[in-house]
């Protein structure tokens, strides 16, 4: 059977099978050898989620009667609703950062308590774009203030840091790693918030590299079928037999 | 839990999660509702995948015993290997026009035996361009003559199309449909045989329109939790209870 990597999170992961998108540059990636599951909810903060993860993974839980589900790595991806400020107009999506990194504990522990096995990659959020923000408000923001600003999210990211420290788990740091990048803000963000192609591209490579680390490279899966390249020309059924 | 389509096909559904592919554009579109799942297998024909067909469905068939996992749909798209001409260098992947037919047909019959109310939606070859493919042989061909005609895929598009009639299944019938646009050859096949991004938008809109008319509609799916726009702002966690 076909394993499975789970992709949770929020818009950013909901949106990841956009043309260019992370998602499914990674099921391409993994085309023959590994299913890459979209569970990704737009707008929802680590609060709403940790309410919601028996419904979300209801499914991998009754699979796991015969074993069989366990996937072998799962992405989590939230911070950047929890980091809205708590002031703003998307004060209803705002969590603060203890409670954030306290429901991430929670989540990782709920994650490794079902599936011992399992990758469990955190992402921090991206940086945010403040100007841009204000051009692509998502509700009337008569305020001229953003609803999100990069220094909140560069907590809420050193928080999602330290608590991949703390439950020994690996994590890309989306939020230092885009600014590493000069132009970050036009090459990597197309409303101040989400991702361009190029912006999907960085952390499809991030995660690449992590799931590497954690001996899920391609070269250590197995196909259920053979590839052409293994297939005797000259007698192409014994392949199937 | 959230239902599942399979894309079951060669190459040109193995490439469907890459940039614009047609398979990534389906989860996109379904993000919140439906699982895409890739089965795609560069290279294959009716032949070799029927004789493989319990080890890739293996565990879509276990989990059928909680009557849990019958899939939405299906897409079957073989045929661009089968009409590989069979005195040319991919002979081996050559399969008669009768025999294809025949493959096909069991092909339905055994998922429609497995699952009685899953929509199987039947997928033609795409039209060959085949000065391309003189520039694309994927093996030496010192012959000078395509390995594939477009002739060929047309009588093998034309028996998928009598298949899906006969067996009462919806069809795309993509080998008609893109030689409707005068500048086919260009605009939807990148070596004469797999697709451009704009061949994948055929694919994408073909498919949609046909799950579309099966009944199986953004409006007619449900979510497994809210949507963000039916989230109360002023208190969240309702919809979580």
Redesign the interface.
Same mark, same amino acid.
């Given at each position: 059977?076909?394993p499975k990597i789970y992709l949770f999170g929020d818009s950013i992961t909901?949106?990841s099978?956009?043309?260019?998108?992370w998602?499914?540059?990674l099921?391409?990636h993994f *085309?023959?050898t590994v299913?890459v599951?979209?569970r990704?909810? *737009?707008?929802?903060n680590t609060?709403?989620v940790l309410?919601?993860l028996d419904?979300?993974f209801?499914?991998a839980e *009754?699979?796991d009667s015969d074993g069989?589900a366990e996937p072998l790595a799962i992405t989590v991806f939230f911070g950047a609703n929890d980091a809205c400020l708590p002031d703003r107009y998307a004060a209803?999506?705002h969590v603060p950062l203890d409670e954030y990194k306290r429901n991430l504990h929670s989540i990782v522990s709920s994650f490794k308590k079902r599936w011992p096995k399992t990758l469990i990659l955190l992402i921090t959020p991206p940086p945010i774009d403040e100007d841009e923000r204000l051009r692509h408000p998502y509700a009337e923001n008569p305020s001229g203030l953003p609803e999100r600003t990069n220094e909140a999210a560069g907590a809420y990211a050193k928080a999602c840091v330290e608590t991949a420290g703390e439950c020994g788990i690996p994590v890309v740091d989306l939020w230092t790693r885009m600014q590493q990048f000069p132009d970050w803000r036009k090459a990597y963000l197309s409303d101040g918030l989400h991702l361009t192609?190029d912006g999907n591209k960085v952390v499809f490579e991030e995660v690449v590299k992590k799931l590497n680390d954690g001996g899920l490279s391609l070269e250590k899966l197995t196909v259920?079928?053979p590839?052409?390249a293994d297939?005797d020309?000259?007698d192409?059924?014994k *392949?199937?037999?």
């Open positions: 059977m076909r909901e949106q099978f956009g043309d260019g998108g998602g499914a540059s099921a391409n *085309s023959r299913d599951v979209l990704g909810y *737009s707008g929802y609060r709403w309410k919601a419904r979300v209801l499914v *009754s699979d069989a209803f999506q192609e259920d079928l590839r052409l297939i020309h000259s192409p059924l *392949s199937f037999q």
